[in-house]
């Protein structure tokens, strides 16, 4: 199974901060990672596929870079709406695998 | 809009058998490939397996925790497809989550369902 490990687990920032959370794969995934925001009691919504294409209304804050195994989300300033919990996910080869989260909570 | 809507969870015990529904619409549903996940705060989202579309012969894959327990099945005339859970055991307590993936290209889960809770206890 591919391995996906984020960091970090959590942080703290303030409205209007640029937030760069990182996600590595144990193997090379290609362009096939995509990233999710869940809010406390929600699914998961998809915010970036193909590693750096957003999802159709994801607004323009929220970007994504790399490839092969290493992988970036940021945000480039953060809105109060931002607050949750942010997860990468591989979909190169079955099991399909997700980081283990990161919480991004208010300074 | 897209909509893919669970149900069928509860208060099941341990051995017993549980059948979950996930109806879908506002898309062709027999053109994707449905997932069904996990999550607990304890294991985080785990994939539990998915079943292709027509097109690849609505094959299926399973975890390995829960392969030869858990059957995905599809009815594409309906919009809904089927997680039927056997032989329940007490780490099988999560809330369950369907989704919608393409099943070609860049193999993007887009859109996922509100969960529906099963919780296996005696």
């Known amino acids: 199974d591919i391995q996906m490990t984020q960091s970090p687990s959590s942080l703290s920032a303030s409205v209007g901060d640029r937030v760069t959370i990182t996600c590595r794969a144990s193997q090379f995934i290609s362009s096939y990672l995509n990233w999710y925001e869940q809010r406390p009691g929600k699914a998961p919504k998809l915010l970036i596929y193909a590693a750096s294409t957003s999802h159709s209304g994801v607004p323009p804050r929220f970007s994504g870079s790399g490839s092969g195994t290493d992988f970036t989300l940021t945000i480039s300033s953060l809105q109060s709406e931002d607050f949750a919990t942010y997860y990468c996910q591989q979909s190169y080869s079955t099991p399909w695998t997700f980081g283990q989260g990161t919480k991004v909570e208010i300074k | 809009d897209v909509q893919l809507v669970e149900s069928g969870g509860g208060l099941i015990q341990p051995g017993r058998s549980l059948r979950l529904s996930c109806t879908a619409s506002g898309f062709i549903f027999g053109d994707y490939a449905v997932n069904w996940f996990r999550q607990t705060p304890g294991r985080g989202l785990e994939w539990v397996g998915f079943i292709r579309n027509k097109g690849y012969a609505g094959t299926t894959e399973y975890a390995a925790s829960v392969k030869g327990r858990f059957t995905i099945s599809r009815d594409d005339s309906k919009s809904i497809a089927y997680l039927q859970m056997n032989s329940l055991k007490t780490e099988d307590t999560a809330v369950y989550y369907c989704?919608?993936?393409?099943?070609?290209?860049?193999?993007?889960?887009?859109?996922w369902g509100q969960g529906t809770l099963v919780t296996v206890s005696s």
């Open positions: 989704t919608r993936q393409l099943d070609y290209g860049d193999y993007r889960i887009d859109y």
